[in-house]
């Protein structure tokens, strides 16, 4: 991600969401967490620049499987994130750090 973390990335990351919305494309992670938001850019993935659809190749096909099923049980009323339950964490397996 580079020396600056996420603090420096998540302004290109909110421009890129920017432009395809004045595109008139709307982005797949446009709903999301922020969180969720910053752990998916943060770990390489992106958006189609032409579509807005998340493009991550391979590596988190599992991961945005997982996110996009709970999202859409979450907008049917079928979940409710809670502090230590959330939809990043359901989709990464792992339970929220402590502390």
């Known amino acids: ?8 990335n998540k302004a290109k990351w909110e421009r890129m969401e920017c432009d395809l919305i004045a595109k008139g494309k709307v ?6 967490l922020e969180r969720t938001k910053e752990w998916y850019y943060g770990h390489g993935g992106g958006l189609d620049p032409e579509t807005g659809k998340v493009d991550c190749g391979e590596k988190l096909d ?11 049980a979450r907008e049917r009323g079928l979940f409710r994130p809670n502090r230590e339950k959330d939809e990043l964490t359901y989709a990464i397996g792992t339970a929220e750090h402590g502390g």
């Open 1 to 8: 991600m580079g020396s600056g973390g996420y603090a420096t």
């Open 27 to 32: 982005p797949e992670t446009l709903d999301w």
């Open 62 to 72: 599992e991961e945005i499987a997982r996110l996009k099923f709970i999202i859409n």
